[in-house]
C-alpha cells in the first residue's frame, strides 16, 4: 500500500463540547488538507481521490466555521421556514448552534449506504415491536428520493453499514448453537468490512472514522467488540448504550427505542392536559434485569395510590392511556439501559423520569434533558416520591409544555422529516464527522 494514501485522524477542534456556549472555538488553521494547496502541487499528479477528499473535507470546514460564528454570535442563519421552528423555550444546551448545525447538515451532509450483501441480514431489518427502528433507518437510508443519500460515495461524508444484527439474531440465533454465536456474529461485520475495504477506499483512509452501522438489540454493541484494532473509530449507533459496556459518547451515538404496536410508525398525541393527569407516577412493564427489580422492590406492591407500579396492567385496561393520563412516567432500564418506556411516555405528554445507571441518554449532545425529564440514578429508588413531591407543579408544568416541544425529536417519519428521529440520529453522525478531520499524512 503506498504511503501517499495514508491519512491520519485528527480528534481535535470541534469537540462536541461546540454546541455549549463556552466550548473551545475552532482552529481553522489547522486545516492542512486544502483544495488550493493540492492543485497549486507542483508535481500535478496529484491522485484522485485526495482532492474528492479534500472538496469533502473543504465542506466540512466551511460547516464548522458557520457554527462557530452562530455560537459567538448568538444567531444562526436560515431559510425563514427553518426559523419558524425556533423554539422560544430551550429546550437545548445551545439553540443557536444547534439549529445552525442542523441547516449545515441539510446544505452539506451526504451519506453512502454500501451496496453489498444480501437481505435478510443486510439491506433489512425489523419494523415491528421494540427494535423497529433499526430496520426503519435501514428503510430511510435505501428510500428513493432520500436527499441525505449520496449519489456516488465520493460525494460521501458518512458511510453506513446497512447491517441489522436483529435480524442476524433472529435468523440464526438457535440455542442449540449459543455457544460462539457471539464470535459468528461479529464474523459477519468484519468479513464486510474486509470486503470493502479491500474493494474501495473509503474505510481505510479513515480507519473507519467515518464509517457507521446503526442497532438497536441487546447484542448491538457486542457485533463490534470482536476486534478492538479494526473498530476503534468506527461510529456505533446504538441503543444499548450502556458507558459500562464500552459505550463511548465521544465516538458512538445513543439511539432511542420506540415501539412500534399497531402499525409501524408509532404515533404521537399531547396526552391529556397536565392539569387533568390523575395518577401521579405510573409504569408498567416486565421485570427485567436489577434496575426493574429495585423499582418492584420497593413500589410494587402498590400501596401507595402516588407510586403505581404493575407488572401486567388490569385485563382490559388501555396502556397508553394511563401513560397519558399520569404526571410522571418511569422510565427504568430493563435488560439492558434504553427502554421503549422512555419514548412511549414522550408520545403522550407524560414527563418522563429516567431511572438509569451508566446509561448514556440520546442526543443529549443537543438536548438538554433536565427541561423535560427527572433523572433519579438506581440507588434512589426509595426516595422516587419524595422527590418527585419537591418538584413544585409549576416547575411540572413548565417541564411538561417544554416535553411537547420536544417530542417531534422522537418521532418516527418515513419519509423522514426536518427534526425528527432520524434527524436527530443523522445529526449526532454529523456531529461526529465534523469532530475528525482526515488529513493526508
Ligand atoms: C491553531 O493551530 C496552529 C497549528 O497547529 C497552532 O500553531 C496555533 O497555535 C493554533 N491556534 C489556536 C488559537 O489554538
Ligand atoms: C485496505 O487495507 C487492507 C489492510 O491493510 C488491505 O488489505 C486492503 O487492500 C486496503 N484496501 C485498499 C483499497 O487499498
Ligand atoms: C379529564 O380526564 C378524564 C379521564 O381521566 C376525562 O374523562 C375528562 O374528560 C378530562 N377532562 C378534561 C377537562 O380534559
Ligand atoms: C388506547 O388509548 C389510546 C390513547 O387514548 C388510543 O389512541 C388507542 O386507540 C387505544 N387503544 C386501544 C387498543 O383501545
Ligand atoms: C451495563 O453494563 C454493566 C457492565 O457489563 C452491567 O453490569 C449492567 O447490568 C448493564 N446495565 C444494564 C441496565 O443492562
Known amino acids: 500500500m503506498a504511503a501517499a494514501t495514508k491519512f491520519l485522524i485528527i480528534l481535535t477542534i470541534l469537540s462536541l463540547s461546540v454546541l455549549v456556549p463556552d466550548g473551545s472555538p475552532i482552529n481553522e488553521t489547522q486545516s492542512a488538507l486544502s483544495l488550493s494547496s493540492l492543485q497549486d502541487d507542483g508535481e500535478s499528479k496529484v491522485k484522485e481521490n485526495d482532492i474528492t477528499l479534500a472538496r469533502i473535507e473543504e465542506q466540512l470546514a466551511k460547516a464548522r466555521g458557520k457554527i462557530r460564528n452562530a455560537i459567538v454570535k448568538r444567531s444562526f442563519t436560515s431559510s425563514p421556514k427553518d426559523r419558524s421552528l425556533f423554539p422560544k423555550r430551550t429546550v437545548y444546551k445551545n439553540p443557536f448552534a444547534f439549529f445552525q448545525s442542523h441547516t449545515e447538515m441539510m446544505k452539506t451532509f451526504k451519506i453512502w449506504t454500501y451496496k453489498e450483501g444480501d437481505a435478510p441480514l443486510m439491506h433489512d431489518g425489523p419494523m415491528k415491536l421494540v ?8 428503510e430511510e437510508m435505501e428510500r428513493e428520493g432520500n436527499p441525505i443519500v449520496a449519489n456516488h460515495p465520493d460525494e460521501a461524508h458518512a458511510f453506513f453499514i446497512p447491517l441489522s444484527v436483529t435480524n442476524i439474531v433472529h435468523y440464526l440465533f438457535t440455542p442449540e448453537e449459543a455457544w460462539g454465536f457471539r464470535e459468528r456474529m461479529q464474523a459477519i461485520l468484519e468479513d464486510y468490512i474486509k470486503v470493502i475495504a479491500e474493494k474501495y477506499p473509503y474505510w481505510n483512509r479513515s480507519n473507519g472514522a467515518d464509517h457507521f452501522y446503526v442497532s438497536c438489540h441487546d447484542w448491538g454493541p457486542v457485533v463490534s467488540t470482536g476486534n478492538p484494532k479494526l473498530f476503534k473509530n468506527f461510529i456505533r449507533v446504538l441503543c444499548n448504550a450502556n458507558s459500562s459496556e464500552g459505550f463511548d459518547p465521544s465516538r458512538d451515538v445513543s439511539m432511542t427505542e420506540s415501539t412500534a404496536p399497531f402499525n409501524n410508525i408509532p404515533v404521537v398525541s399531547s396526552g391529556h392536559s397536565p392539569y387533568n393527569r390523575s395518577i ?15 423499582l418492584f422492590e420497593h413500589w410494587g406492591n402498590n400501596e401507595d395510590k402516588d407510586i403505581q407500579v404493575y407488572n401486567y396492567l388490569p385485563k382490559g385496561e388501555n396502556h397508553t392511556e394511563w401513560l397519558s393520563k399520569s404526571k410522571y412516567c418511569l422510565s427504568p432500564s430493563g435488560y439492558e439501559v434504553a427502554t421503549s418506556r422512555l419514548t412511549e411516555a414522550i408520545y403522550v405528554g407524560c414527563v418522563p423520569v429516567i431511572i438509569k445507571k451508566n446509561y448514556v441518554i440520546p442526543y ?20 422516587l416520591k419524595k422527590i418527585l413531591q419537591d418538584i413544585p407543579f409549576s416547575k411540572y408544568l413548565e417541564m411538561q409544555k417544554r416535553l411537547i416541544e420536544v417530542q417531534r425529536h ?8 426536518p427534526f425528527d428521529v ?3 440520529i443523522f445529526h449526532s453522525v454529523w456531529l461526529r464527522r465534523l469532530n475528525v478531520r482526515l488529513l493526508k499524512s
Open 131 to 138: 427494535y423497529s427502528i433499526e430496520g426503519d433507518f435501514i
Open 280 to 294: 401521579f407516577a405510573f409504569f408498567a412493564g416486565g421485570i427485567h434485569g436489577d434496575v426493574r427489580k429495585r
Open 364 to 383: 443529549n449532545d443537543v438536548l438538554d434533558w433536565s427541561q423535560f425529564s427527572v433523572q433519579v440514578p438506581v440507588d434512589d429508588i426509595p426516595n
Open 410 to 417: 422522537f418521532a418516527v417519519n418515513i419519509p423522514a422529516k
Open 422 to 424: 432520524f434527524h436527530m
